[in-house]
């Protein structure tokens, strides 16, 4: 009698765990529209990959844009119904819901190895993933720099690539007005645009206005935007010159989108918004005349500093530990398995944050993906994380729209300056 009900007892003792093996934790991932991880086909790829190793979890997902979805994550925070995963980059994870206290602390999936391989791609990437305090919010799949493009056969028949280094793709502000001049002389009008209409790549018209004559966006610490430099000013001033005299134009009724349409139909010979993912997207859409040459921006010193872009995931806080574990576990999958994470960046059409994974796109069909590596030693100061941000992006725009209609630029920069730094 005394065993059976010791036996009994274990059977009581087993089942809850045997119960609790069987049972499916579900959590959500909603995910910008970073290269194909906007694709529901390639990210059902990559889930079914994850169920492989882990049936347990389903991952539910939701597919974000850039014209609605930071309303859509702000309605969710405030009706507590946020997922458990985002995908995107410092300037949200970090400094906007991180500094909110909406974010989960991920700084256990930052163990030494992670922080090496990841440090040894990019110190910039390791430095944007945390707050002040060192808290990680952020655990990064992919980044890049954004660059510029040319097209080099209006370039190569205006007698304008003598103005540019071929080899390292760079220029300096002195060869890239003079290079407008020979495109202007030989008819290739309008050169390029400085496009004002909204918010739309605007890390293009940042770059350029930040690398003409060297100056920073924001103080080192990132407390403070600083275009009223002396450097800063005199670069706006040298465009605001430049489309006064016909020699670029401003519009403020587009934004990037409108602006990379131009340059691949060939009415444009230069463009301000350019990546290796835009490369692949727009590469159906190139007239038969545009030869992409992508480029650096041009700067004083011949020695640019590049908009980083990096994206990652983000873990909100809603409470639920079991929840917490499975979007850990989804995670570290995507980023870190060795079978997974080449293919999790080659998603992205971007470039590794870790050391260890290589040129993920060698051998395959984006194999020239692989050529704008030559742009991340040019990854300059990753200022998005700056305080205000949002509000920013807006007083920026603005900022250009009214120097282009004819304000005066160390006024209209300091009233920039008094609306970003609230």
């Given amino acids: 009698m005394k065993k059976l009900l010791a036996l009994l007892l274990c059977a009581i003792m087993i089942l809850p ?18 290269g194909s991880w906007g694709d529901p086909d390639t990210v059902n790829g990559i889930i079914a990959k994850f169920n492989e190793v882990h049936p ?30 985002v995908m995107e980059g410092p300037e949200r994870l970090v400094a906007n819901w991180g500094a909110a206290g909406k974010m989960l602390d991920i700084s256990d999936l930052w163990d030494d190895a992670v922080k090496a391989d990841i440090i040894a791609a990019s110190p ?8 002040a305090e060192g808290i990680y919010y952020e655990y990064p799949l992919c980044m890049t720099t954004h660059c510029m493009v040319i097209n080099y056969n209006d370039f190569e028949a205006a007698g304008a690539l003598q103005y540019l280094d071929e080899a390292t793709h760079t220029w300096t502000t002195e060869g890239f007005l003079n290079a407008l001049d020979a495109l202007e002389a030989a008819g290739y009008l309008p050169t390029g645009v400085v496009y004002c209409g909204g918010q739309g790549g605007d890390q293009g018209t940042r770059a350029l206005v930040t ?8 103080n080192a610490d990132h407390t403070a935007y600083t275009m009223d430099s002396e450097e800063n000013i005199k670069a706006l001033q040298l465009l605001k010159d430049l489309v006064e005299a016909g020699k670029l134009d401003a519009d403020p009724g587009i934004v990037a989108g409108d602006e990379i349409a131009l340059f691949c139909n060939s009415t444009l010979s230069i463009g301000f918004c350019w990546n290796a993912s835009a490369a692949v997207s727009n590469k159906a859409s190139l007239a038969d005349d545009v030869k992409v040459f992508p480029m650096a921006f041009p700067s004083d010193d011949g020695v640019p500093e590049l908009q980083g872009g990096i994206w990652g995931f983000g873990l909100f806080d809603n409470g639920d530990e079991a929840r917490a574990q499975a979007a850990k576990t989804f995670v570290k999958f995507v980023c870190d398995d060795e079978n997974q994470a080449a293919a999790s960046v080659y998603a992205s059409g971007f470039f590794p944050t870790r050391a260890s994974l290589g040129d993920v796109y060698a051998g395959t069909d984006k194999a020239e993906n692989g050529e704008y590596a030559i742009f991340m030693p040019f990854l300059g100061d990753y200022y998005q994380v700056t305080g205000n941000w949002a509000a920013q992006r807006t007083e920026w725009w603005n900022l250009l729209q009214r120097i282009f209609a004819g304000g005066d630029v160390a006024a209209e920069v300091a009233t920039y300056c008094a609306n970003a730094n609230k």
Avoid: R
């Avoid at 093996?21 to 909603?30: F, Q, R, Y």
């Avoid at 003409?212 to 924001?218: D, H, M, N, P, V």
């Fill in 211 to 218: 690398n003409l004559y060297s100056g920073q966006f924001t």
């Fill in 124 to 131: 910039a990437v390791e430095a944007a993933c945390k707050n």
């Fill in 17 to 34: 765990a045997f119960a609790f093996a069987d049972e499916t934790t579900e959590i959500s991932l909603w995910t910008y529209p970073i």
């Fill in 56 to 85: 347990e979890i389903k991952v539910k997902v939701n597919y974000l844009d850039y014209a609605s979805g930071d309303d859509q994550v702000t309605t969710a925070i405030e009706a507590k119904t946020t997922p458990d995963i």
